[in-house]
């Protein structure tokens, strides 16, 4: 890593940072400025979020689980930052605009989403295809960047990734794990 490395410490219930969430840190460390406005979607253990506030970003940590999100401000205190801690999901709970949104969304196929998952398995569980959240996300989160904001997401190439190459996407980090290569897409 080239920047400041958060201190993460696991909750029960909430997705443990694994190889994705530092693949996608290091492209945080890489791309955030300070003083930027960050949106930490899905924020989980917090550690996109702690990343950027760690190099002077402003930070939304936002979750759809309460769980996550008093991890996230438990994590936070851990690494000497602040921010703003919100429980919501997706946008639903979002009205500011920001320079940068990071999302690692769940990406696993699964059936369908499942209502009554909870905790870390819903963190996992991305629907058919994998694609269910992250689609919802492509197709809103452009209404919450500013003019010059990027979004970087984590895609696999089971979910099909390059389905999301257009529009100047570009692929900032690819690595190959297990059975499938991970990528942190930058989305203007």
């Known amino acids: 890593m080239t920047g400041p490395e958060a201190m993460i410490r696991s909750c029960d ?90 999302f690692n969304p769940p990406y696993v196929p699964s059936d369908a989403l499942n209502e009554g998952v909870k905790g870390e398995d819903r963190a996992l569980l991305g629907g058919v295809k994998g694609r269910e959240v992250m ?21 696999t190439g089971p979910n099909g990734y390059d389905k999301d190459m257009k529009d100047g996407a570009e692929i900032l980090a690819k690595a190959h794990y297990f059975f499938e290569d991970i990528v942190v897409l930058k989305l203007q």
């Open 135 to 155: 689609d919802r996300f492509i197709a809103e989160y452009k209404e919450h960047l500013l003019q010059e904001g990027c979004a970087l997401i984590i895609e």
């Open 13 to 102: 219930g909430v997705y443990t940072p694994r190889e994705d969430s530092y693949l996608l840190s290091d492209a945080v460390m890489r791309i955030a400025k300070a003083g930027s406005k960050v949106l930490d979607l899905g924020t989980g253990t917090g550690i996109q979020g702690i990343t950027a506030a760690l190099l002077g970003c402003s930070v939304t940590f936002s979750d759809i689980e309460e769980k996550a999100v008093e991890c996230a401000k438990r994590n936070a205190e851990l690494n000497g930052v602040s921010g703003r801690f919100v429980t919501g999901d997706m946008f639903d709970s979002i009205v500011e605009r920001f320079d940068m949104i990071i």
